[in-house]
């Protein structure tokens, strides 16, 4: 059984910085591409970063509000990823989700991606 489960979320006030975890198990994860998401409430799920199977460091930024704010890393001996976000802005509050695409290559679209986390609350006040 595939489990991905995201820490780290929170309530936030503008300016301050984040870093959410994402800690999976039951899937070869050195073959899957990780990414990050987000849904705003009343919005589409948005993709904001990516990592391919063959790397450590963020391979790909999406949203153009925050891939200047992003940073994604993956630990293979770990079997997790982190999502670090600076400079919090009120429009970053959402429910933010990890997800593994199958292949092992990274892509904005959420129907790639074959497992999801439950996803972490993020909350950014003025």
């Known amino acids: 059984e595939v489990q991905m489960e995201e820490s780290g979320g929170g309530l936030f006030q503008a300016g301050e910085s984040l870093r959410l975890s994402c800690s999976v198990a039951g899937l070869r994860f050195r073959e899957y591409a990780m990414g990050w998401f987000r849904q705003a409430p009343g919005k589409e799920r948005e993709a904001i970063s990516c990592?391919?199977?063959?790397?450590?460091?963020?391979?790909?930024a999406y949203a153009a509000s925050v891939k200047d704010r992003v940073a994604t890393s993956r630990d293979s001996a770990q079997w997790t990823v982190s999502l670090q976000m600076r400079s919090l802005r009120p429009e970053d509050t959402g429910i933010y989700y990890c997800a593994a695409a199958r292949g092992g290559y990274c892509s904005e679209s959420p129907d790639s991606y074959e497992y999801w986390g439950q996803g972490t609350q993020v909350t950014v006040s003025a």
């Open positions: 990592i391919d199977y063959r790397s450590s460091r963020t391979t790909a």
